[in-house]
């Protein structure tokens, strides 16, 4: 539906009781959230596999953008809709006032670190020609958040050091100037640098609501940085969507043994929430395993296990949550239960299972 004022009185005059959709394109759908809110109609959010699930249940092969609007307006009054525990199956906390601050901010960091390494590389490509030396050289960010380099090229740092530096370049020597092009890609990623320090402040001050602090703390000996924290954060408030009337949802199912195994469904739905949903399909002797969810989520766990758990000690996380995890990748490397990949895979299940657990002291128990 286009979003004109036209469209707008069409849908009041249908006057519904609910609206039902799909978190796709954050910004559109805040559109239509914005204009139910405006006119107190209830919203409802379905995710994406469970559209699809519905597509096939209600006998759609094909996805158009037709059928997926009758499968939601459906599935509202659809009986077999349901969780083991008999509630709807839609999405809880989405949208809610208190983190949707957070959730725009955190994706506008995320969008502006995407653009800057865009323009990072492409500098460096540049000074393959213009200035080698640096070209090779790994540019980190000061205490201010900023690129020393790149401050010295737009004229913000005439270090000494610097300054030498380039007059020593071999491309100097050739008499090959630093482009007008290269001065220009600096000052666009300082601009970005600068607009990266004012969101992380707003989120700074975002986080300091008084229904985030058991959540921070629990996020306390993770030492996550604003970024991960907030973008946790965005995921799994409210803590309580995991839970059926305080408690975590957890079955015993029959095994082929005739045995009986645990399934704690609520840290499941959790870790789904994380980007660790995956399903294994099979076909033959083929297999293979696909991945749902957020992908960015599971990328932020990945590396922050790469760079804070996976490095020997004193590079490791030195709190209580680092030594279990440690200890945990210890043991699978000297066992050999899993190597490379997968057993990053592994240690990020282990630190969400460990989040999870951290939450529902601070929360809930």
Not at 35 to 47: C, R
Not at 132 to 150: C, F, H, L, M, R
Not at 298 to 323: D, N
Request: proline fraction near 4%; aromatic fraction near 12%.
């Amino acid at each position: 539906m286009t979003p004109t004022k036209k469209s707008i009185r069409d849908l009041l005059q249908l006057k519904p009781t609910g609206l039902v959709m799909e978190p796709t394109g954050g910004w559109y759908s805040g559109f239509w959230h914005r204009v139910a809110e405006v006119h107190n109609i209830p919203v409802y959010w379905m995710a994406h596999a469970e559209l699809k699930g519905q597509r096939s249940h209600f006998g759609f092969p094909n996805k158009y953008d037709e059928n997926d609007s009758l499968c939601l307006a459906a599935s509202y009054f659809d009986p077999y809709f349901i969780n083991k525990d008999g509630s709807k199956r839609f999405l809880k906390g989405y949208r809610i006032k208190e983190i949707q601050a957070v959730r725009e901010l955190v994706l506008e960091l995320e969008q502006l670190d995407e653009i800057r390494t865009a323009l990072v590389n492409q500098l460096r490509q540049r000074f393959a020609l213009e200035y080698p030396e640096a070209a090779a050289q790994s540019w980190q960010v000061d205490k201010e958040g900023y690129t020393p380099i790149i401050k010295w090229l737009i004229g913000k740092n005439n270090h000494g050091k610097r300054v030498n530096h380039y007059n020593n370049s071999v491309a100097n020597s050739l008499e090959i100037d630093i482009s007008d092009y290269s001065i220009n890609h600096a000052s666009a990623i300082h601009d970005l640098e600068r607009r990266r320090i004012e969101t992380e402040g707003m989120l700074w001050d975002a986080l300091e609501q008084d229904c985030f602090t058991p959540y921070r703390k629990a996020f306390s000996e993770f030492n996550w940085g604003i970024g991960m924290q907030s973008l946790v954060l965005s995921k799994v408030y409210p803590f309580d969507k995991f839970l059926v009337n305080g408690f975590p949802i957890i079955e015993w199912v029959e095994t082929r043994n005739n045995g009986k195994q645990k399934r704690h469904r609520s840290l499941q739905q959790f870790q789904s929430y994380l980007g660790l949903s995956r399903r294994i399909e099979q076909s033959g002797d083929k297999e293979s395993l696909r991945w749902f969810n957020s992908r960015v989520m599971r990328a932020h766990f990945y590396i922050w296990c790469m760079c804070r758990i996976c490095p020997s000690p004193p590079r490791r996380l030195e709190t209580e949550i680092g030594r279990k995890l440690g200890a945990k990748w210890d043991t699978m490397r000297q066992e050999k239960k899993a190597k490379g990949k997968d057993a990053i895979i592994r240690l990020t299940f282990y630190a969400t299972h460990l989040l999870f657990n951290k939450l529902k002291h601070e929360i809930v128990f």
